[in-house]
Nanobody, 122 residues
């Protein structure tokens, strides 16, 4: 049973930074593609960033140049460094895992964390 636990969310002013972490237990982390999604109130969950088991990275257009996804296989952890935050980045952020290959689709990921809230004030 794979378990994912996010941390690092909080309240930040526009232009500020946050670093989200997602610790993974169970299974073989090195084999997982990891992703971050977010869901704002009243909206569907949307793709933010993903990193495959071979460290191929993909970003949603709206975070390119501001967010950085990375992974530390020794710590079974994936990170999302978020800079130049905007009020529209306010959402619950979720990490997700699937075997091997990355995807942008929510339905392709079977393992999810509980989410961490990010609020960006203007």
């Amino acid at each position: 049973q794979v378990q994912l636990v996010e941390s690092g969310g909080g309240l930040v002013q526009a232009g500020g930074s946050l670093r989200l972490s997602c610790a993974v237990s169970g299974g073989t982390f090195n084999n997982y593609a990891m992703a971050w999604f977010r869901q704002a109130p009243g909206k569907e969950r949307e793709f933010v960033a993903t990193i495959s088991w071979t460290r191929i990275i993909d970003y949603a257009d709206f975070v390119k140049g501001r967010f950085t996804i990375s992974r530390d296989n020794a710590k079974n952890t994936v990170y999302l460094e978020m800079n130049i935050l905007k009020p529209e980045d306010t959402a619950d952020y979720y990490c997700a895992a699937r075997n091997w290959y990355s995807s942008r689709r929510v339905r392709d990921f079977g393992s999810w964390g509980q989410g961490t809230q990010v609020t960006v004030s203007s």
